[in-house]
């Protein structure tokens, strides 16, 4: 027996039906797939005997061997027994995993198929060494299914799993095709990052006139997705090392860095002075064809979609391609991601407009970036729904998989650069209470990255405490009474705290509360 580190990434499921088999012979077959790239194959009959099962599988066995594809029988413990093949795949009304597990023994591999979360938990719990997931979509080939998951249901079985701790590897079966393959894992990874190992399929490839081709361009569809996603990156690495702050302060004040915010109407005006108080120059213009030029002048680009139209929009693609091409940074607000499709679909275009260095925003912003559908803003407001562990995980692998930075804020501010992860717990409620905070943060960060490109995770840790810092200390200052009198003392703070490090004062930092 093999050990169990199997490659889930493109499971083929036989079938000997005339309609998907016609004359072929089924070895045949399953050897062309495996030349196409089947990274595992179960033996699925549901009508031979005994005798003849076990003949097929003898004769399977020798072509999967030689390939190094573990094979396993659906349902039966004993062919899989009297071949000595890898394991077995049974079903919610097949033998159960504690029986099989006791004939097959510690080492065989035994996969249970789940169509709801009791199912998925109950077989991780008994020791399943991987999961079939489903039914995704209707498919002719298993006309009895209980359930049609699609994209939703899966993540939902992925969540719960991953919630109580497991970390089964997960299949998904039914309906894939060529077509739907990349949707469907996309759509399938939960917001704190758990996704499938792979896909099972039986027509696409058992009915393909080429079964090697189907298998390869699947295989390749699979790979591309799953190299986007993020599961080998292990456990984020939380803490700190040491961050520049001072100096990333002080180097704002002396660059006086341009700060280009394509912004909504309500902000420009907090936004540009945050800008000046904390010593950079902002430059507040909205129109894509004047970005080409500005990039050139050493600063940085905010994109923040406090308000969308299709005008902006293109606008805000042309500043993106412009400060890439001159090689310089972008930071992105997508406020509201979530609470509008016009917004989510805004999100689309301006994620594949080009290359995005710091990505800002709320926890239902950030998830859906991310890219689960099911975040449902209300208005532009921040809700929280996931505990510290997801948070961390969600900016990492956001952050690794589009190699950006990536900044949550909240009551506690979840940074990341992809692999470590920074948590900020300064600040003041009365920043909520205030329009255009989250937004001029923004600006901050621009300025602090175009001043200091030796490190981004120092830049834009530094202009966090720096202005949440800010924000305290203006809170408790005798004449601050609320959200009016809070505003100009805080510009002063940001003013004041950049003036005392510029002079070698940088006591302020003793507030600093990062882990
Ligand atoms: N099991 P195709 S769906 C064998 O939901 C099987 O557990 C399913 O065939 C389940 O890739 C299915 O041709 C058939 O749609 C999948
Ligand atoms: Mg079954």
């Excluded at 099962?53 to 039966?76: F, G, S």
């Excluded at 509201?336 to 994620?351: E, W």
């Excluded at 407009?353 to 890219?371: Q, R, S, Y």
């Excluded at 505990?387 to 009551?411: F, I, S």
Aim: glycine fraction near 8%; hydrophobic fraction near 40%.
């Amino acid at each position: 027996m093999a050990c169990k580190r199997i490659d889930y990434s493109l499971y083929l499921v036989t079938d000997s039906t005339p309609e998907i088999l016609g004359s072929r012979d089924l070895v045949h077959v399953v050897e062309d797939a495996i030349a196409g790239g089947v990274t595992c194959v179960q033996l699925r009959d549901k009508t031979r005997t005994t005798e003849e099962l076990i003949a097929i599988a003898k004769r399977l066995h020798e072509v999967t061997r030689r390939a190094d594809v573990p094979l396993l029988i659906n349902d039966r413990v004993d062919v899989a027994a009297a071949v000595e093949c890898e394991g077995v795949h049974v079903g919610q009304d097949d033998t159960d995993l504690a029986t099989a597990r006791e004939v097959l023994g510690p080492s065989a591999i035994i996969g249970v198929s789940a169509g709801t979360v009791e199912e998925a938990l109950r077989a991780c719990e008994g020791g399943a060494d991987y999961l079939g997931i489903g039914t995704v979509y209707p498919t002719q080939t298993k006309k009895n299914s209980k359930v049609i998951l699609g994209p939703s249901g899966v993540r939902e079985i992925l969540a719960a799993i991953a919630e109580r701790g497991y970390s089964t590897p997960t299949v998904c079966i039914g309906g894939i095709n060529h077509s739907n393959v990349q949707h469907t894992l996309e759509q399938s990874v939960t917001s704190s990052g758990n996704k499938l190992d792979g896909v099972a399929v039986v027509s696409v490839i058992m009915a393909a006139p080429e079964p090697a081709r189907a298998a390869s361009e699947l295989l390749a569809i699979v790979r591309d997705v799953n190299s986007k996603t993020t599961a080998a990156l292990g456990a984020p690495k939380i803490g700190t090392t040491q961050f520049a702050t001072h100096e990333v302060v002080k180097r704002v004040r002396d660059l006086k860095p341009i700060s280009h915010n394509m912004t909504n109407l309500v902000v420009q005006n907090i936004a540009a002075n945050v800008a000046l108080a904390i010593g950079a120059s902002p430059i507040m213009s909205s129109y894509g064809e004047e970005a080409t030029d500005l990039a050139k002048l050493g600063g940085a680009l905010v994109i923040n979609m406090g308000t969308v139209t299709p005008e902006g929009l293109a606008n805000h693609v042309k500043a993106i391609k412009a400060y890439n091409e001159a090689g310089r940074p972008v930071v992105y607000d997508p406020v509201g991601a979530g609470a509008t499709s016009i917004r989510r679909a805004a999100v689309k275009t301006i994620m594949s407009a080009g290359h995005l260095d710091v990505i800002k925003g709320n926890e239902g912003e950030i998830k859906t970036v991310f890219g689960n559908d099911q975040t449902q803003q209300s208005g532009v407001d921040s809700s929280s729904t996931l505990n510290a562990a997801q948070k961390a995980y969600l900016v990492r692998d956001l952050a690794a998989r589009e190699k950006t930075m990536v900044v949550m804020t909240g009551e506690t501010d979840y940074v990341s650069d992809g692999t470590t992860v920074v948590r900020i717990h300064n600040g003041h409620k009365l920043l909520g209470e205030v329009t255009g905070t989250g937004c001029s943060l923004g600006t901050a960060i621009s300025a602090a990255v175009a001043a200091y490109p030796e490190s981004r995770l120092s830049a834009v840790v530094a202009a966090m405490l720096h202005y949440e810092i800010a924000a305290e200390m203006a809170a408790v200052r005798a004449d601050v009474q609320g959200p009016g009198t809070f505003v100009p003392a805080f510009l002063d703070e940001l003013y004041k705290i950049r003036e005392a490090t510029a002079s070698g004062d940088v006591s302020w930092l003793g507030r600093a509360k990062v882990s």
